[in-house]
Structures are given as structure tokens and as C-alpha cells.
């Protein structure tokens, strides 16, 4: 605020004059020279030559540019009787003269504020100099709360830790420098030392986190920790500190506070949580007695911050009741209790794994928790496995005969249900979605299932581009347009049904196995952007399903691992098992299905997780018979609201389209709307053209009046058929589409 009183004094005098003298005696007053960017010139003069030319300078400007507004402001250090040149200025003009600047600070105070301080001299000028910018609050708070004030340590802490060398030098004078430096070891509540910056920026730091690890920590370090966090500006600064930080290892931490930074106690309690479970001394109501504790740290904003988001998914599996499964009596309930329940626990498990598979002492008990939970259910799930039928031959088929909208179709490769889930969560925008399921067909892997996809007739079809063909052949009036998924773009396309493929999953999954969990998050994300892309482009519905799900072995022994000899002719994969004769021995351990595929005619199955015995690397597989690899998502995303309100627009002239004479053809557009108020009065369109599939043309948007016409005349380009869709212009929804074809009969004027 001393700015403020200074400038007051300065704009007193080029209200006169348009030169003003200050004098700063004792030269502490040099920092309100900054105050003023570029509102007037500054010249600084300790000598008769500085003076001289001081004044030669101002006298030829203002001779020059008599009605130019210029400014000037003459500092100096010495006083009124020793100076030369500039003297006559403070005696027509007047000056500021500053003498004692602790003393002009006071009488400011005074007048201003009626406020008395009483400070020190040091401290008084330091708080001056802190003042700057603020307004009367900051010295009314020095007023009552003494000099304690002059620094706000929960603020100014922050960027200092952040950088203090660099926040130390450029914020501050050497003289408020030091002040600042001995407010902060009283905080600390030590001596004064001269130290570097980046010493006493440690020593706060390590207050702080002392504080955090014991519960004591010290309300205004508790904020800067709170805001340190919080902060996209700061953040990156935290981790290296924490990284040199030893925790004490005999803290209770179980009396550390939720939001304290600390991994290390979240694995300690992760470790404690994990022995009682694998020794079977975690009762209910210590589970419903830690459960309260887990969720708020896992709500923290800090620990989201660092990244520590594991204990969701430990509260998944804590929480989950196995009780519940008791009461299943059908196949289908055990269908909708997976979707609505038990894929949760999935998730968890995944990304336990992606967390803590190099750490098997944190890790396993949490997994055997999760088998016991997948023994219970499993023994439910094959009581009932008589009763299962797959729905997924012809899923295709069946969504393109359902739909007269503009429909994209993702077509995953080993996208779980679970993870449909995730991705659902991410979608963003306007939709609604209806969450379906397809059991896929057994066994469970892609060639396979991908065929049943694209083809009704049952047929297993090794390669893409046959069952895109037969998919295209039962539909020879739709167009269908085929591309991968990472070639969605907001572009228009000319078919009414987009089939997207996406095999990331599977790929990395098979290649890969476990080191692949780290991946998977990557992959729920780009579905979600893609979707919200397709519905962005106009398609009025987006499905998502795929071939099959999967299982993760996680921490695997070699007694795991199910050991088989099947006799004759047999196929060994690690879910399931080809024979080309009936096995009796191993049934009823197995599962058998008869199905014939090349020279095989049977399909053995296990009743669990665990996969066969197999040369190769374990972790992620499928083709077994459990609800993790055959209940896979069908969902559907359809926009909401698009057109509720929208003026109802067409193409009038269609059946005119179907033959045209010559190389121009007409489009016309109405717009009939009657006299149904819940419409909008005109409607923003365009259209786009299309030959060969490719978008070889687009208009300029135009509006549509309510029971108006529009007429559009455009050249066939050197194509002899061209397909065009009519568009909103904000939704991008297909308000109708046609097809333009040239009439290639020759008009012979009449000579038969």
C-alpha cells in the first residue's frame, strides 16, 4: 500500500508540474521507483554532471514536445542543500523528500489508516516493502497482530520451496530477504542462521512432513502441504523432496492422518490388512471398523495427487459379500449378478495387478481373497452351465437390421466386460446408454468368435476381409463402411453403418501378458475419446462389443497350472483343449463339448481360472467357460436430444435424383413443419457428397425456414452417381440422405 500513498504524492505534484524531485536520504526508499513502469521517465542523479544532464534532457524534451503529457522524476540522495542543478525544481515545484523512511511509513499509517505501529525500523520497512499491492487490511493486521504479519508464510512458502533460490533473489531485497528468512526460522522455531536458500527450504520441508508422519504438524505448513498438492504449478516439486525424506519407522501409522504423502505407510497398512487376511483374523466388524479410514484417504485429494489409487479397489473386494451368491437359482441370474456385481471385482484385481504384481508379500493375499470370491461364484456359474446359450452369431447382422439411424459398430478383441464398464464411466457428452450383454460362442477366442460376429451361418472364418464381405452381402442396400478405430475422425462418411475394428487388447495381451496391465488403462480411455467422437459426427447410435473377455493368472505356482495327457489326436491351449477322440478320463474334471472343428471333434474345458499346463508365458489368456471370457458387453450410446426441438428437414426431390439428364442436378430441401409450435423456426443444414465412398464434396451451411423451400443446383463432377447426406449443421445428425444418378441415354430430340 505504500505504493499507493507514494504515487498519491508523486500525482500531486504532475498535476502542476511535469517534473517532480525525490529525495531518498537514506536510500530506502529506492524500491518505490518500481511502482512505476512506464508512467513517467526516471532519472537517477548523485552528482552536478548526473544533474546537468538530468536537466538537459528534460528542458529539450519538454522544449521539443511542449504538449506531449511527458513525465519526469528525478531521484537522488542527497539532500535539498546539496544539490545543483535540480534544485530549482524542488522550489517551484516542490519535492518528496524522504528523509527517514520509517518515519513517512508512520505518518502515512496515520493519516490514512488512524492507525499507530510500532515496530522496529528493519521490520517497519520490510512490511512497507510487502505492502506493495496490498491494500489497508495488510496494515491493519500488522496493527493488531504485530509483526508476525508482514510475511504470509501460507502463501509466500509455497513458490519459495517450490524454487527458492530463483523466488528468494527475484522477490526479494537482500534487507527483506534476511527478514524473510528469520520469520521463517521462527516458524521453524529455531535460531537464525545465515543459510542458503535451498538449506532453509529443506528445513521447512522436512518440518512438514515431520508433522505429517506424527499428526503435529504446524497449521500454516499444513496449509502450504494442502496448496503444494492442489497445485498444477507446484506440484512437480513435491516428489523429489519426498524422495529424500526418511520416514520414521517407529510411528504408529495407524495414527497417521488420511492426507498424509506417504506410500510407505499406505503399503504398511496395506501389509498389516493383507496378513490378517491370509490368516484369517480379519473379522467383520474390524472390516466395517477400517473401511471408513480406508475410503477418506483414499478420497483424499493427496492421495489422488500422488497417485496412490489402489484403495478403491481394496475396498472392492473388503466390502464385497460372498453371502450374496447363496441366493442364485438360475442361469441367468448368475449372468446378471456378474454384470451388476461381481465384474467389479475384476477390475480390482486388474488393477491390483497393475500395482503390485513385482510385490507378491503386498499382493497375494488380496488375490487369494479374489479366488475365494471366484471359487464361490464359479461353483454356482457351472451349476447352471446346462443353460447356456450363446447369443452372438450374427450380433451384426441383427444390430444393422434394427437400426434405420446412422449406427457406428465398435468391434473390440478382448474387451471384458469389466472394461466396458470403465469406458462407459469416461464417455462424455449428451447419451443415453443401454448396458447389454452377448454370451459369446465357445470356444472363446478370436477367430472364432469373430466369425460368429460378422457371419449367422456359423461358419469360422480366419480371415477380416471374408466375413466383412459376407457382412456386406446379406445387405446389399445398406452401405457399410469398414476401418480401424484409430481412423475415426469427425469427418462424414458415406456409409449408414460404421463398423470399427480395435484389436489393441488382445494383441498386447497375448504378446505381452502381464506387462500389458500397464497398457490397459491407455486403451479404456481411446475407446471413450472415440466414442464421444462417432456420436459427436452425426452417428445416431454407437455400440460397443467385441469377441470375448479375458482372465489374468496374476501371481502364478506351478501347482496352478492344470496338468493333463489327453489321448489320440489332441490341441493343448491354455484355456481350452482340442481332441479329435472322446476323452472319458477327463471328465467330469473337465467340461466336454462336442463341436467339430478341422480334424477336432471334441472341446474339453476347466471348471475355474487356472489355465493348462502349456510351453509359454501365463498372465492373460481366454477361450475358457467362464463369465470373465464369455459375458461380454453389448452397449449401446444413443444421442439424446438431438432434433427433439428441431425443425424436421428433407430432401423433396429424391425420386427426381434417381435419373438425371445431363451434368447440373437440383437438390430440394423443405421444411414442413405445419404448425407444430414445439419446433425451432429455421434449421441450420448442409450437405456433403459422396462418390466411390470418399467425400468428394461439401457445402456451405444454409437455414431451413419453417415450411420453407430451399433449391440448390450442383454438377456431377465427372461421376456418374454421388450419394448425399443432409446434415445438421450443429449435431451433425443425418436429417436424410439420397442417391443422384446420371441418366447416360442420349436425349435424340424426338427422331422416333
Known amino acids: 500500500m505504500i505504493d499507493t500513498w507514494f504515487k498519491d504524492d508523486l500525482q500531486r505534484i504532475f498535476a502542476q508540474h511535469p517534473v517532480a524531485i525525490f529525495i531518498d536520504e537514506s536510500g530506502d526508499a529506492d524500491f518505490l521507483l518500481k511502482s512505476f513502469n512506464n508512467d513517467c521517465t526516471v532519472y537517477r542523479t548523485n552528482g552536478q554532471l548526473e544533474e546537468l544532464e538530468a536537466k538537459y534532457r528534460m528542458e529539450k524534451t519538454l522544449q521539443e514536445q511542449p504538449t506531449s503529457g511527458h513525465k519526469f522524476l528525478v531521484y537522488t540522495q542527497l539532500p535539498k542543500n546539496e544539490l545543483t542543478f535540480v534544485r530549482e525544481y524542488c522550489e517551484t515545484n516542490g519535492c518528496i523528500e524522504i528523509r527517514y523512511l520509517q518515519n513517512y511509513i508512520k505518518d502515512k499509517v496515520h493519516q490514512t489508516l488512524n492507525l499507530n505501529i510500532n515496530m522496529p525500523k528493519d521490520e517497519l520497512i520490510s512490511a512497507a516493502k510487502v505492502s506493495v499491492g496490498k491494500d489497508r487490511t495488510y496494515w491493519m493486521d500488522l496493527s493488531h497482530k504485530g509483526a508476525s504479519e508482514i510475511f ?58 515431520n508433522g505429517l508422519a506424527t499428526n503435529h504438524c504446524d497449521k500454516t505448513l499444513l496449509t502450504v502441504y494442502s496448496n503444494w498438492l492442489d497445485s498444477i504449478s507446484y506440484r512437480d516439486s513435491f516428489g523429489p523432496y519426498l524422495a529424500k525424506y526418511t520416514l520414521d519407522v517407529s510411528i504408529d501409522v495407524w495414527k497417521v492422518k488420511p492426507e498424509h504423502p506417504f506410500r510407505q505407510v499406505d503399503e504398511t497398512w496395506l501389509k498389516e490388512i493383507g496378513n490378517k487376511l491370509a490368516h484369517k483374523t480379519l473379522s467383520k466388524s474390524e472390516t466395517t471398523h477400517l473401511l471408513p479410514r480406508l475410503k477418506q484417504r483414499h478420497q483424499s485429494k493427496q492421495a489422488q495427487a500422488l497417485g496412490i489409487v489402489f484403495w478403491d479397489d481394496i475396498i472392492v473386494l473388503l466390502q464385497f459379500d460372498p453371502k450374496d451368491m447363496a441366493y442364485l437359482s438360475s442361469f441367468d441370474e448368475c449372468v446378471e449378478f456378474y454384470k451388476k456385481h461381481f465384474c467389479a471385482l475384476d477390475t480390482a484385481i486388474r488393477n491390483l495387478y497393475t500395482e503390485f504384481l513385482h510385490q507378491r508379500d503386498l499382493l497375494e493375499p488380496f ?56 469406458v462407459a464411466r469416461k464417455v462424455k457428452g449428451n447419451s443415453k446408454l443401454i448396458k447389454q450383454s452377448i454370451l459369446a460362442d465357445v470356444p472363446s477366442e478370436t477367430e472364432n468368435n469373430m466369425s460368429h460376429i460378422y457371419m449367422a451361418n456359423g461358419v469360422v472364418e480366419a480371415v477380416q476381409n471374408k466375413r466383412e464381405k459376407y457382412l456386406s452381402a446379406q445387405h446389399p442396400s445398406t452401405t457399410i463402411d469398414y476401418i480401424r478405430l ?102 467330469p474334471q473337465l467340461i466336454e463339448v462336442k463341436k467339430s472343428y478341422k480334424e477336432y471333434n471334441y472341446l474339453y474345458f476347466a471348471r475355474n481360472m487356472n489355465p493348462f499346463k502349456t510351453p509359454g508365458l501365463y498372465g492373460f489368456s481366454h477361450g475358457g467357460l467362464v463369465p470373465q471370457e464369455l459375458v461380454t458387453p453389448y452397449f449401446c450410446w444413443e444421442k439424446e436430444g438431438d432434433g427433439m426441438a428441431e425443425l424436421p428437414v428433407t430432401i423433396a426431390n429424391k425420386s427426381d435424383l434417381a435419373s438425371v439428364t445431363g451434368e447440373l442436378f437440383q437438390i430440394k430441401l423443405k421444411a414442413e413443419a405445419g404448425t407444430n409450435e414445439l419446433f425451432s423456426l429455421e434449421r441450420k443444414v448442409y450437405l456433403v457428397f459422396f462418390a466411390n465412398k470418399a467425400q468428394i464434396n461439401k457445402s456451405d451451411i444454409f437455414s431451413v425456414k419453417r415450411n420453407g423451400k430451399l433449391d440448390k443446383e450442383y454438377s456431377f463432377d465427372g461421376f456418374d452417381e454421388i450419394e448425399i447426406q443432409l446434415l445438421d449443421a450443429v449435431s451433425k445428425q443425418q436429417l436424410d440422405r439420397a442417391l443422384v444418378k446420371k441418366n447416360k441415354d442420349r436425349d435424340l430430340g424426338g427422331l422416333f
Not at 392 to 421: H, M
Not at 489 to 513: F, P, V
Not at 546 to 565: M, W
Open 152 to 209: 504470509d508464510l501460507g502463501k509466500e512458502l509455497l513458490p519459495f520451496v517450490h524454487n527458492p533460490v530463483s523466488y528468494a533473489t527475484e522477490k526479494y531485497d537482500a534487507q527483506l530477504r534476511e527478514t524473510f528468512y528469520r520469520k521463517v526460522n521462527e516458524l521453524l522455531k529455531q535460531d537464525y542462521i545465515d543459510k542458503p536458500a535451498s538449506t532453509l527450504a529443506g528445513e521447512v520441508v522436512t518440518a512438514m512432513l
Open 367 to 422: 488375490q487369494e481373497l479374489y479366488k475365494e470370491h471366484v471359487a464361490v461364484f464359479l461353483d454356482k456359474w457351472f451349476m447352471y452351465f446346462s443353460q447356456y446359450q450363446e447369443n452372438q452369431t450374427g450380433i451384426l447382422q441383427r444390430i444393422i437390421n434394427g437400426t434405420d439411424k446412422k449406427t457406428a459398430v465398435i468391434v473390440g478383441d478382448g474387451v471384458a466386460y469389466e472394461i466396458a464398464e470403465q
Open 486 to 587: 484409430d481412423e475415426v475422425n469427425d469427418e462424414a462418411r458415406s456409409g449408414q453403418i460404421l463398423i470399427c475394428t480395435y484389436k489393441d487388447i488382445d494383441d498386447m495381451g497375448d504378446k505381452l501378458n502381464n506387462k500389458a496391465l500397464k497398457y490397459f488403462p491407455e486403451a479404456i480411455d481411446f475407446f471413450a475419446v472415440k466414442i464421444t467422437q462417432l456420436l459427436n459426427s452425426g452417428y445416431a447410435k454407437v455400440y460397443l462389443i467385441t469377441d470375448h473377455g479375458f482372465v489374468l493368472t496374476g501371481l502364478l505356482s506351478e501347482s496352478d497350472k492344470i496338468a493333463v495327457k489327453p489321448e489320440g489326436n489332441h490341441y493343448i491351449d491354455e484355456r481350452f483343449i482340442w481332441t479329435s477322440d472322446k476323452q472319458d478320463a477327463l471328465t
